[in-house]
């Protein structure tokens, strides 16, 4: 069976892309939720991005195990409740709080991992999350983030996602095809979108060129690449470290604001984003020997 483990250095370069990739969705799905439905934009995003994955991996999808199966299938369950949320705030708030409040998971990653497995979180990841935490803000908070529906929305968001995060993380360690299992997740997210449409909304397909452009870019980019390959990409690394590496959400964020929509490149950019690196740099420093565990980690349960 193929389990596609990386070395943590590839494995984290390649999640640093995936988070990449990922960070664009927010620009596409803001301009896209105007003239269509949330379940109906998420359902043809996934069944487009399963279609053409489907087609590419379909040798290997048919020798998948069932095992392989049913993780794809929780991973895609719990990532459609995640893009629900996700999308309920991005409809009410702007785009900078949605990432910022999201982003959250950060903190909570490290923090469920500890509760789960009765155990306190290490000081250096406490301390990096904190700094990427401080940075994001740096770079999200504007004029002050107002709690309303849409930041409610991105709060139950981050906390859904921190917790996608550490059971995919228990899952593609459990010796499943990660690739396999991603795909699997993707269509299942495509089909959940799909049956909620039809329950709550008037499903159509893209029109005009935004529309199709922007289905396009989130289908391939965000989601062939960006939802696919993230199981993968976790196999060889943490759970803490892949919820560092969300801060590199709003990073891209920035960047596609300065290039794209011409805002101004400010000491505030600057300073979130050496924030932001330093926070994912300093949980790779080295911890000092000697130190003893007083308790014993338990992996989590799903």
């Not at 005009?208 to 690394?237: N, R």
């Not at 101004?264 to 994912?280: A, D, N, Q, R």
Request: proline fraction near 3%; hydrophobic fraction near 55%.
């Amino acid at each position: 069976m193929k389990t596609n483990r990386l070395s943590r250095r590839g494995a984290e370069l390649l999640l640093a892309l995936v988070i990449i990739a990922r960070a664009t969705s927010y620009l596409f799905s803001k301009l896209i939720l105007d003239g269509m439905g949330m379940f109906n934009l998420l359902g043809v995003r996934f069944t487009l991005a399963f279609a053409l994955l489907f087609l590419m991996l379909f040798k290997r999808l048919k020798s998948m195990s069932g095992k392989t199966f049913a993780a794809g299938a929780v991973m895609g369950g719990m990532f459609f409740l995640v893009m629900t949320a996700e999308l309920s705030g991005l409809k009410r708030t702007a785009t900078g709080n949605t990432a910022f409040l999201e982003n959250t998971a950060i903190v909570l990653v490290p923090l469920l991992q500890a509760v789960l497995g009765r155990c306190l979180p290490k000081g250096k990841v406490i301390l990096s999350a904190l700094l990427c935490l401080t940075g994001v803000g740096v770079l999200a908070l504007g004029g002050g983030v107002g709690f309303g529906a849409g930041e409610c929305w991105c709060l139950l968001a981050a906390f859904l996602y921190a917790c996608t995060i550490l059971v995919t993380d228990r899952l593609s360690h459990s010796g499943i095809d990660t690739l396999a299992a991603g795909v699997v997740q993707v269509g299942v997210i495509g089909a959940l979108s799909f049956a909620a449409s039809f329950l709550t909304e008037t499903p159509r397909l893209p029109s005009g060129t935004t529309e199709w452009l922007g289905i396009v870019m989130l289908a391939v980019v965000c989601t062939g690449f960006g939802f696919t390959l993230q199981p993968v990409a976790q196999s060889g690394t943490t759970a803490e470290r892949a919820g560092m590496f969300c801060a590199l959400n709003p990073v891209v964020a920035a960047i596609l604001g300065v290039v794209f929509l011409h805002e101004p490149f400010t000491v505030k950019t600057i300073l979130g984003g050496v924030l932001i690196l330093f926070g994912i740099l300093f949980a790779e420093l080295p911890e000092r020997q000697g130190k003893v565990n007083l308790k014993k980690s338990i992996a989590p349960s799903i």
